[in-house]
């Protein structure tokens, strides 16, 4: 009889791991980007372009699977281009298709942390020196159009006293990506580039030449404008950094009236 009891026991043991088990994987296949990301909201980049500078885009996911695309050809045209329409996840979770209004047009996207990766036709990811140029991010856009005042410069806090004509601040501006500001003694403009996986450069940036009381601060400040080549936003915190080092700068957003 126990023997019996025992030979019944084991295939119902065995069949209750197999269902844990199978259970355990669907889990885990289930975990995706779809449903483990925080995915709606709006990526900006700079796409390749053959003939211009660069195609600025600007991508606005929406919750009910809407889109919009907004882009402008740098150093070609001032004009904005607005494409809507509707947007479908592949069946993994890990990808959208977004389809234009009018079913003209289709684009096709990897989707990851705060990043959209835009694919081939064939659905795969684009290879190569420009790889990176196919990445649009949530912090490019978060980054344009605001005032950062700084706040730490090589690890010390910045404290702005009458040794300084203006605080140092950085605006980046949208048109022609340009950056703007004051290093504490004199304003400063230059062009800067952004690239995928919040890389950037802030190159040729030019002052103007008055002197001031204490200059080391604007000297320190010019150069870490030149070395920055990776930036981070956190809530309303910007840092600069070069590579992994410890930030070069910190600035923090201040809300204009």
């Not at 199978?22 to 980049?45: K, P, V």
């Amino acid at each position: 009889m126990i023997k019996s009891i025992i030979a019944f026991a084991i295939p119902l043991i065995m069949m209750s791991c197999s269902s844990t088990k199978h259970s355990t994987e669907n889990a885990i296949d289930e975990h995706n980007s779809q449903n483990a990301l925080d995915w709606d909201g709006i990526y900006r980049g700079i796409l390749p372009c053959a003939d211009c500078e660069g195609i600025q885009t600007t991508i606005y996911l929406q919750k009910d699977l809407s889109f919009t695309i907004k882009s402008r050809y740098l150093g070609k045209s001032d004009s904005v281009f607005q494409m809507t329409g509707r947007f479908t996840w592949n069946k993994e979770g890990s990808q959208i298709t977004l389809t234009s209004s009018d079913s003209r047009e289709k684009y096709q996207y990897q989707v990851g942390e705060n990043i959209l990766t835009q694919l081939d036709q064939e659905g795969k990811k684009i290879t190569g020196a420009l790889a990176n140029h196919y990445i649009l991010s949530k912090t490019a856009f978060a980054l344009y159009e605001r005032y950062w005042k700084l706040v730490e410069l090589n690890g010390k806090p910045v404290i702005v006293d009458s040794s300084f004509r203006e605080e140092p601040y950085l605006i980046f501006k949208e048109e022609n990506n340009r950056v703007v500001g004051n290093d504490g003694c004199n304003s400063l403009s230059g062009p800067f580039g952004l690239e995928g996986m919040n890389r950037i450069t802030i190159s040729k940036v030019a002052a103007t030449l008055m002197a001031c009381p204490d200059m080391n601060t604007a000297q320190q400040f010019m150069e870490v404008l030149q070395k920055a080549d990776h930036y981070q936003i956190d809530g309303d915190m910007l840092t600069l950094n070069k590579a992994k080092m410890a930030p070069l700068a910190r600035f923090k957003l201040v809300v204009m009236n």
